[in-house]
Nanobody
Framework: QVQLVESGGGLVQAGGSLRLSCAASGRTFSRYVMGWFRQAPGKEREFVAAYNWSGKRISYADSVKGRFTISRDNAKNTVYLQMNSLKPEDTAVYYC?????????????????WGQGTQVTVSS
């Protein structure tokens, strides 16, 4: 089993920044993908960013390219999402997830393990 715990959410003004963290523990995989998703009220969960186990394959949603950066600290088993130039439309609950398949995929249905989510609210 894998446990994922997100932190770092909060309230920020438009144009501000936040850094989300996702600490992973439990079962390990030699090849995997770590991803960030978000879900706004009344909307479906959507892909934000992901990287594969080697760090050589990174993918971003068009809506966050140039503003968000996904990164990791292997020593801490932690993945980060640095969010800059935040917009009110970025407001959502943000989730980290792990896909035990090595391909970077954007569908939340493909991911096997999920954190509990952290709220990000961007005021205008």
């Amino acid at each position: 089993q894998v446990q994922l715990v997100e932190s770092g959410g909060g309230l920020v003004q438009a144009g501000g920044s936040l850094r989300l963290s996702c600490a992973a523990s439990g079962r390990t995989f030699s090849r995997y993908v770590m991803g960030w998703f978000r879900q706004a009220p009344g909307k479906e969960r959507e892909f934000v960013a992901a990287y594969n186990w080697s760090g050589k394959r990174i993918s971003y949603a068009d809506s966050v390219k140039g503003r968000f950066t996904i990164s990791r600290d292997n020593a801490k088993n932690t993945v980060y999402l640095q969010m800059n130039s935040l917009k009110p439309e970025d407001t959502a609950v943000y989730y980290c997830a792990l896909d035990a398949d090595p391909l970077v995929r954007h569908s939340p249905q493909e991911y096997d393990y999920w954190g509990q989510g952290t709220q990000v609210t961007v005021s205008s």
